[in-house]
Structure formats: structure tokens, C-alpha cells
């Protein structure tokens, strides 16, 4: 039996979501894992701080994390809580592992890690070594 905490349970349903809404990506480049572009609005917020929550949107996301557009600028190494906004019980929590500026607000990437077991459970893997596309099964 595996374990998983919330996080990698809700991780593993909106990649599932991704991969028949989205487009996966065609190559692996240096990333762990294949990535799908996929657009859902969310809220955000620091954990442990549900009175305070920012719009955000997804765009992206793979079994090592998710990518956001926000209007705010995080500080690397914080805790932060994506929430779906329409299902706010559907969360992710993560480790924000960039923050870049770009036009109209950020770029933020939150690494929230599925164990390889759990992945392999849920099977989304790269179709080929050289990652060129997923598939679900």
C-alpha cells in the first residue's frame, strides 16, 4: 500500500485532469519530469495562513510540481497552499523553487514531489527515454 499525504493525492488528480485538458510538453529537456500545459485558477497563499490568499493561475504542471503566473513576488524556500478556487478542499502544498519577474507579474514554481511509487501507481510517465510526450493508462 502506498502512502501519500493530501498534497501528492490532489498532485496526482489534476495531473490526471491535465494530461486529457492539456498539452504535454514534447521534450524532457533537463527537467525529472515530463510537464503538461494546463490552465486552472487557483488561490494561493502562505500555509499556515488561510486568512491571506492571492488569484494565481496554473501553467503548467508534472509529477515534481506545478507552475503558477501571480501577481506576487515569494521568497525561494517558502511554504505555500494552491488551492482550486471553484473546490477549495483540492490543495498543494510546496516549496516555492523560483520566483522570476516576467511581464505583468511572476513566474513561480512549486516543487511538491510525488514518490516514484506513487508516479508509477498513477502512471504518468513519458512515452519514450526522451520524454516525448506522457500517457496515462
Given at each position: 500500500?502506498?502512502v501519500?499525504?493530501?498534497?501528492?493525492?490532489?498532485?496526482?488528480?489534476?495531473?490526471?485532469?491535465?494530461?486529457?485538458?492539456?498539452?504535454?510538453?514534447?521534450?524532457l529537456?533537463?527537467?525529472?519530469?515530463?510537464?503538461?500545459?494546463?490552465?486552472?485558477?487557483?488561490?494561493?497563499?502562505?500555509?499556515?495562513?488561510?486568512?491571506?490568499?492571492?488569484?494565481?493561475?496554473?501553467r503548467?504542471?508534472?509529477?515534481?510540481?506545478?507552475?503558477?503566473?501571480?501577481?506576487?513576488?515569494?521568497?525561494?524556500?517558502?511554504?505555500?497552499?494552491?488551492c482550486?478556487?471553484?473546490?477549495?478542499?483540492?490543495?498543494?502544498e510546496?516549496?516555492v523553487?523560483?520566483?522570476?519577474?516576467?511581464?505583468?507579474?511572476?513566474?513561480?514554481?512549486?516543487?511538491?514531489?510525488?514518490?516514484?511509487?506513487?508516479?508509477?501507481?498513477?502512471?504518468?510517465?513519458?512515452?519514450?527515454?526522451?520524454?516525448?510526450?506522457?500517457?496515462?493508462?
Amino acid at each position: 500500500m502506498i502512502v501519500t499525504t493530501p498534497s501528492q493525492d490532489t498532485l496526482t488528480a489534476w495531473l490526471r485532469e491535465a494530461l486529457v485538458e492539456g498539452v504535454p510538453e514534447t521534450t524532457l529537456g533537463q527537467r525529472r519530469h515530463p510537464r503538461v500545459q494546463w490552465v486552472m485558477y487557483v488561490e494561493i497563499g502562505k500555509v499556515g495562513n488561510a486568512d491571506e490568499t492571492f488569484p494565481c493561475r496554473i501553467r503548467d504542471i508534472s509529477a515534481g510540481g506545478v507552475g503558477l503566473f501571480c501577481h506576487q513576488d515569494w521568497r525561494i524556500d517558502e511554504q505555500i497552499r494552491i488551492c482550486r478556487v471553484e473546490q477549495p478542499d483540492q490543495y498543494v502544498e510546496g516549496r516555492v523553487a523560483h520566483c522570476n519577474q516576467t511581464v505583468g507579474g511572476y513566474l513561480v514554481g512549486v516543487e511538491v514531489a510525488l514518490p516514484e511509487s506513487h508516479a508509477d501507481s498513477a502512471q504518468i510517465k513519458p512515452c519514450d527515454p526522451g520524454g516525448a510526450g506522457m500517457f496515462l493508462s
